[in-house]
């Protein structure tokens, strides 16, 4: 009799946080905001820097409807490469817009695409020799378990880097939790550029880093990395200074998602 009486509790339990469970999902709402912030030791994009080895501020927001896979979102970032550039303008900012689709091809198998736009508003590179900075991109990821490979290919000459159009970025990487809250990210890439400057721009980089999310200010994460490339010295050197903005260095962060 006690069996019994055991099995009917465990039943009305199951029944109780199944029904529960389903509700929570139907209550998800089908569009999805969220903001993000972060501080950065320096800003390195496919391993070259950004801002000079210098720190970086950086936000942005992204939503989502959980339906249909479709997202939207913007990112920001304070950058130095073009205003440091003689005669290209005060361009402080780097502003990202994009759109693009996720789902699922097997349970184990996700995909993602859309098109990337990278807006430096009033550059002037095309007045210095070079193309308009402004850049955009298509790009199609697959994801498994932990791991990733990505394809971004460019519409537009590369970030005004002359007769670079159809270059190609590859990136394959993986973030692989330890434990709960800790997470390695391993990553490398690629940068094939197209035009008379092929072969001092194409370059490899990849990253080695560990992500700790903390219960701070409502959950934060902090980052540390060892970033490097072998891109040409000379291609990638500071118009400002001459330091070689693709140098083997390791860059922290702090960043939050709200």
Do not use: C
Not at 156 to 162: A, W
């Amino acid at each position: 009799m006690k069996k019994n009486k055991l099995y009917a509790a465990l039943l009305l339990s199951s029944a109780t946080l199944s029904t529960s469970a389903a509700w929570a999902q139907e209550a998800k709402p089908d569009l999805d905001l969220s903001f993000n912030a972060s501080l950065i030791s320096d800003y390195r994009y496919r391993g070259i820097s950004q801002t000079r080895l210098e720190p970086a501020l950086q936000g942005g927001a992204d939503l989502s409807h959980t339906p249909t896979g479709l997202y939207a979102g913007t990112w920001l970032s304070t950058i130095k490469w073009i205003k440091d550039t003689p005669g290209a303008g005060s361009t402080p900012l780097e502003w990202d817009v994009y759109a693009g689709k996720k789902g699922q091809l097997s349970q184990d198998l996700s995909y993602d695409v859309g098109v990337l736009g990278y807006v430096y508003a009033g550059n002037k590179l095309d007045q210095v020799g070079l193309k308009d900075a402004n850049t955009l991109e298509l790009y199609g990821q697959l994801n498994y378990g932990p791991a990733y490979l990505k394809y971004s290919h460019a519409l537009t000459p590369l970030f005004g880097i002359v007769d670079s159009k159809n270059s190609g970025y590859l990136d394959l990487g993986a973030n692989i939790v330890l434990r709960e809250g800790l997470t390695l990210n391993l990553h490398a890439g690629y940068q094939k550029v197209q035009g008379i400057n092929a072969s001092a721009a194409t370059y490899s980089d990849y990253k080695i880093g560990l992500s700790q999310d903390v219960n701070l200010l409502g959950g934060m994460t902090f980052s540390l990395a060892a970033i490097g490339t072998n891109a040409d010295k000379s291609f990638y050197a500071s118009p400002a200074n001459g330091k070689f903005m693709g140098k083997h260095s390791l860059v922290v962060s702090v960043s939050k998602t709200f």
